[in-house]
């Protein structure tokens, strides 16, 4: 199958198609809805720089020494803790966290810069 519709989750043929919003197995007639099928979501999950999965509200210390563009500059320094992280899918960049990083406000981070506190 190079149309990447999914096997039949009763019988498990793959000679499914599609007919309208269903899916349909010719094979034992079992009739699915697409959105059903669609077992993973599309958005990928966000990992830390060790693979962690994050999620909203995680713990996370940085694990390199950030600078910060714009008003004031800095250094976000290694080892800084910033709690109640905020998973974002339309950052500046590959920026995906947005996070309030104490002495620096609100900013948004890379995942790969951050290591979650388990
Ligand atoms: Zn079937």
Avoid at 82 to 95: E, F, S
Avoid at 99 to 116: C, D, H, I
Wanted: proline share 4%.
């Amino acid at each position: 199958m190079s149309d990447g519709l999914p096997a039949c989750p009763e019988c498990h043929e793959a000679f499914t198609y599609e007919q309208g919003a269903l899916l349909v197995c010719p094979m034992c007639g079992h009739e699915w809805s697409k959105d059903t099928a669609e077992t993973t979501p599309e958005t990928a999950l966000i990992k830390d720089a060790v693979g962690n999965v994050l999620a909203d509200g995680d713990i996370v210390t940085i694990v390199k020494d950030l600078k910060v563009k714009g008003a004031g500059g800095g250094v976000v320094k290694v080892g800084t803790k910033v709690r109640g992280i905020r998973l974002i899918g339309d950052g500046v960049g590959d920026h995906d966290i947005d996070a309030t990083v104490p002495g620096f406000g609100r900013l948004q981070l890379k995942s790969g810069v951050v290591k979650k506190v388990l």
